[in-house]
């Protein structure tokens, strides 16, 4: 099928240190990958996104690997904060199918 | 600039009636994407317009329906509500043709069916 699937549906992190959330996708079709955050009564929101010619890709805290050879995508939050306490999703989009299938989401819970 | 906008934020609905919830994307953008978000299967993709085109529809019964306009506004209709109708139903609006660039959700319109 091609549904995306994340590999914890929780994930509990000191402050400070660095958080790793993964996600396996199933369509090797997929060229286009975006991690969004969703925090408690709003909307998901952009995280960073990464094209299938890339390995590799920063922002600001975070770093999203992807690896095509086992169809497996990572986020990296940097020195987590209690504000990136929220529900990760990622998802998968083929080409020329204009709609985006997302992993079941993994709740990051960070502990002061 | 202004987000994706949703109206009605919260809605709550009788078994058998329909609804309407609205969708107006980021100026500029023209593709405009609806999901539903439950917590029993995450988020499901209902369909997405493009130019007034509905390009791509998700695995729905027919009661759930969209439309695009001209301005790129979006709607979507929900008849004979079902108590499994109950979610937070999402817009997403990207400006690429083919979706593939960021692609931006409003909050959402939580619909309860009782």
């Known amino acids: 099928g091609e549904s995306v699937g994340l590999h914890l549906p929780t994930l509990s992190v000191q402050e400070g240190d660095n958080s790793i959330i993964n996600c396996a996708y199933s369509?090797?079709?997929?060229?286009?990958f975006i991690w969004y955050k969703q925090e408690s009564g709003k909307g998901p929101q952009f995280i960073i996104d990464?094209?299938?010619?890339?390995d590799k890709r920063q922002g600001q805290r975070v770093t999203v690997l992807l690896n095509k050879t086992v169809k497996h995508l990572s986020l990296q939050i940097a020195a987590t904060q209690p504000g990136d306490s929220a529900v990760y999703f990622c998802?998968?989009?083929?080409?020329?199918?204009?709609?985006?299938?997302f992993g079941a989401g993994t709740t990051v819970t960070v502990r002061a | 600039k202004a987000g994706v906008t949703q109206t009605p934020r919260y809605l709550i609905k009788t078994r058998g009636q329909q609804v309407t919830l609205s969708c107006s994307p980021i100026?500029?953008?023209?593709?405009v994407s609806w999901y539903q978000q439950t917590p029993g299967q995450g988020l499901q993709f209902l369909f997405e317009?493009?130019?007034?085109?509905?390009?791509n529809k998700g695995n729905f019964p027919g009661r759930f329906s969209g439309r695009q306009f001209s301005n790129s506004r979006s709607e979507m209709n929900v008849s004979t509500l079902e108590l499994g109708d109950s979610a937070l139903y999402l817009c997403?609006?990207?400006?690429?043709?083919?979706?593939?660039?960021?692609?931006?959700f409003g909050q959402g319109t939580r619909l309860t069916v009782v």
């Open positions: 997403a609006s990207s400006w690429g043709t083919l979706l593939n660039t960021e692609a931006f």
């Open positions: 369509n090797s079709a997929s060229d286009y």
């Open positions: 990464i094209r299938s010619n890339m």
């Open positions: 998802a998968e989009l083929p080409p020329y199918d204009y709609k985006l299938s």
């Open positions: 100026s500029g953008h023209r593709s």
């Open positions: 317009y493009f130019s007034e085109t509905q390009r």
